[in-house]
C-alpha cells in the first residue's frame, strides 16, 4: 500500500483509494476514446480510413452510436447479431465512391471480417471443418483446385480490368476477400483469442454459391442447397396489383447461422474514378452467410438510380452430373464472382443475364428468375457450364398470375443434359398450383409460405393430417429417421411499381400445423452447432436499413 508521509493510516487508505479511483476513470477514459458509447444496444460499428502514406486505419466505435453519424471515410459499416432473438445477424456496409475502388472493396472486407470474425469462425468450424475432418484427401484437392483457378483468374482480373468492367468487378471481387481476411485476422489478434483460419478457408467461404456443386464434383458430400421460387400477383383496388415473391432455402442445418448484409458501393465501372462511370447498382441485400460475398441462397434486391431488380435463383434438378460438370481452373470465373459482377453491372434483367453469361464454368446447374418491378418484366434463366438460356415469362405470369419455380428446366436443350426426376416435383407443384388459387392477400400469401394455406391457417385446422404444403417446410428432424436437413428460412418481397414495398425475413424450420419447433439438443445433440440457439421457434424479422 502506498504510504503518505505525516499522514496517519486512514489518511493513507483514503488517498489510496482516491488515486485508484482517479487510475480507473482513466481507464475507463481510454476504453471510451477507443470504443465509444457505452450503451449496450447490440449493434457495433467501425470505420475505416485510408490514405497514400498511411495506408488503411480500422477505428472500432463500439455500441449506442447514432449511425447516421457515424462518419464514412472510405467506408463504415454497423453489425448486430439477434441469432437468439430471430435467427439473424445483420450488416451494412457503405464506401465512399470518392476512393478509388480496390480501396473501397478491401476497406468493406477489412470492416465485415472483423465485426464478424466471432461468426466466420463458428460457421467455418459446423461446415467445413465438420466435413473435411471426415474428407481429408477430398478437401485437400478441392482446396488445391480452387487456389489455382483464384491465382489464374486474379492475374487476368488485373491484367484485363482497366478495359473490360466485368474484369473489373471480378478483381474487386478477390481484393474485397483479402479484406476480409486481414479484417478476421487483425479482430482475432486484438481479441487475444487463439484460433486460425488459413487463406483457403476463406476462399472456400467466399465462394459460397460454388462450394456445393464442388463438394459433390470431389465426393465429399452431396447436401443439395436448393430453393423454391414462388411469384403471385395479387389484386389490389384502384391500383396496380401488388407482386409478392417467396423463396424458400433448403439445406443441411449445420448452416443455419445466417446473415443478412446490405452492401452500398461506390464503385466505378472501370478504375478511374474521375472518367469513370458509376456502377448500375448502387445497393445489394442478400440473405447470406458468415465469410460469403455471394447469397449461395441465391436472393438479391439490387437497386441502383432509379431502378430495381429482383435476382432470385435455385439449384437445377439433376441426376445426371457427368455430361456438364467441368473442372477447368483456367476456363471459368467462379459463379460466386460472376454474380456478384452481374448483379453490380445490370441495368435490367437481359444485361444480368448477359453479365452471368461470361466465363461459365465450374460444378453448378442453376435457375434463376429475374424481376423489374417498375415494368414487371420477368426472365427465366438457366445455367450449366458453359451453357446458359433466357427467356422472356412476363406475358406467361401476366396470364397465369403466378409462376412457380423449383430447379426442374424449362427448356429442352438443358433438360436433356441434366435429366431430372420430374414425377414427384410436378405432382408437387400441382397441388402447390391448387392450393395457391386462394391466396389473394399478402398476408395470406407469407403464411402460405410457411406451409400453411387460407383454410388451413384457422385455429381450428392447425392439425391436419394431411399436409398439401409439405414441400415448402420439409423437416428431415420430423422423419421417422431424422436427417439434419430442410428448409432452413423463408424471404417474402412485396413489391410494386415504385420498387420494393415490404420484406420479411423467417429463420428456421417452420412451425406451422402442429409440427414443434426444432431443438438441437432433442434431435442432433452431437453434430456441430456452435453459436447456434438450442431452439428455432422464430417470428418474422423485418430489419430497417440505415444509410440510403
Not at 447514432?66 to 437468439?84: E, Q
Not at 470492416?111 to 481429408?136: D, F, M, P
Not at 481476411?181 to 454459391?209: I, M
Not at 456502377?279 to 431502378?307: C, H, K
Request: aromatic share 12%; glycine share 6%.
Amino acid at each position: 500500500m502506498l504510504k503518505v508521509v505525516g499522514a496517519s493510516w486512514l489518511q493513507t487508505r483514503i488517498s489510496t483509494y482516491i488515486l485508484v479511483a482517479v487510475a480507473l476513470l482513466g481507464i475507463g477514459a481510454i476504453i471510451l476514446g477507443e470504443f465509444g458509447h457505452v450503451e449496450q444496444d447490440g449493434t457495433y460499428s467501425a470505420t475505416v480510413s485510408w490514405n497514400h502514406k498511411g495506408g488503411y486505419r480500422i477505428d472500432f466505435w463500439g455500441q449506442g452510436n447514432d449511425l447516421n453519424a457515424v462518419p464514412l471515410h472510405a467506408a463504415r459499416a454497423y453489425y448486430k447479431t439477434g441469432i437468439f432473438e430471430h435467427g439473424w445477424s445483420f450488416i451494412e456496409i457503405e464506401t465512399s465512391s470518392k476512393y478509388p475502388d480496390t480501396v473501397q472493396a478491401y476497406a468493406a472486407g477489412l470492416l465485415e471480417g472483423s465485426l464478424t470474425w466471432q461468426l466466420i469462425h463458428h460457421h467455418w468450424y459446423n461446415t467445413v471443418r465438420a466435413e473435411c475432418e471426415k474428407k481429408v484427401a477430398e478437401c485437400r484437392k478441392l482446396t488445391r483446385y480452387l487456389r489455382d483457378n483464384t491465382a489464374v483468374i486474379r492475374e487476368r482480373a488485373e491484367l484485363l480490368e482497366s478495359t473490360d468492367p466485368f474484369w473489373h468487378m471480378v478483381r474487386l471481387f478477390y481484393t474485397q476477400l483479402d479484406g476480409l481476411e486481414a479484417g478476421w485476422k487483425f479482430a482475432v489478434r486484438r481479441s487475444r483469442v487463439s484460433v486460425s483460419l488459413e487463406s483457403e478457408d476463406f476462399l472456400w467461404l467466399a465462394l459460397a454459391s460454388d462450394v456445393p456443386g464442388f463438394q459433390r464434383a470431389f465426393n465429399i458430400s452431396d447436401v443439395p442447397l436448393s430453393s423454391m421460387i414462388y411469384l403471385k400477383s395479387l389484386p389490389r383496388d384502384n391500383s396496380e396489383p401488388l407482386i409478392a415473391v417467396g423463396h424458400n432455402t433448403a439445406s443441411s442445418y449445420m448452416q443455419m447461422l445466417r446473415l443478412l448484409k446490405k452492401y452500398t458501393f461506390g464503385y466505378h465501372v472501370l478504375p478511374g474514378i474521375k472518367t469513370a462511370a458509376s456502377t448500375p447498382t448502387r445497393s445489394i441485400v442478400m440473405s447470406s452467410y458468415p465469410g460469403a460475398l455471394s447469397s449461395q441462397d441465391e436472393f438479391y434486391l439490387l437497386r441502383g438510380e432509379n431502378r430495381e431488380l429482383v435476382v432470385t435463383g435455385t439449384s437445377l434438378l439433376a441426376t445426371n452430373h457427368s455430361n456438364w460438370s467441368f473442372l477447368f481452373p483456367k476456363d471459368h470465373v467462379m459463379s460466386s464472382a460472376r454474380l456478384m459482377a452481374a448483379n453490380r453491372l445490370a441495368t435490367d434483367g437481359q444485361s444480368w443475364f448477359e453479365t452471368m453469361s461470361h466465363q461459365n464454368g465450374g460444378a453448378s446447374a442453376a435457375q434463376w428468375i429475374t424481376l423489374e418491378p417498375r415494368s414487371t418484366t420477368i426472365l427465366l434463366v438457366e445455367q450449366l457450364p458453359s451453357l446458359t438460356v433466357a427467356i422472356n415469362y412476363t406475358e406467361e405470369f401476366k396470364k397465369n398470375g403466378y409462376l412457380i419455380y423449383s430447379g426442374i428446366s424449362n427448356f429442352e436443350n438443358v433438360d436433356e443434359i441434366v435429366r431430372p426426376a420430374k414425377k414427384d416435383v410436378n405432382e408437387w407443384r400441382d397441388r402447390l398450383a391448387r392450393a395457391q388459387e386462394n391466396v389473394t392477400t399478402f398476408e395470406q400469401f407469407r403464411h402460405m409460405m410457411r406451409g400453411c394455406s387460407q383454410e388451413d391457417c384457422t385455429a381450428d385446422n392447425l392439425n391436419l393430417k394431411v399436409d398439401p404444403l409439405k414441400e415448402l417446410t420439409y423437416r428431415g428432424d420430423l422423419e421417422v429417421e431424422p436427417v439434419p436437413y430442410g428448409i432452413v428460412d423463408t424471404k417474402v418481397l412485396a413489391v410494386n411499381a415504385d420498387g420494393f414495398e415490404i420484406f420479411e425475413t423467417f429463420s428456421g424450420p417452420a412451425t406451422l400445423q402442429s409440427r414443434p419447433p426444432f431443438k438441437w439438443s432433442e434431435t442432433f445433440p452431437n453434430i456441430s452447432h456452435i453459436g447456434h440457439p438450442d431452439t428455432f421457434d422464430f417470428e418474422s424479422v423485418t430489419h430497417r436499413w440505415v444509410w440510403v
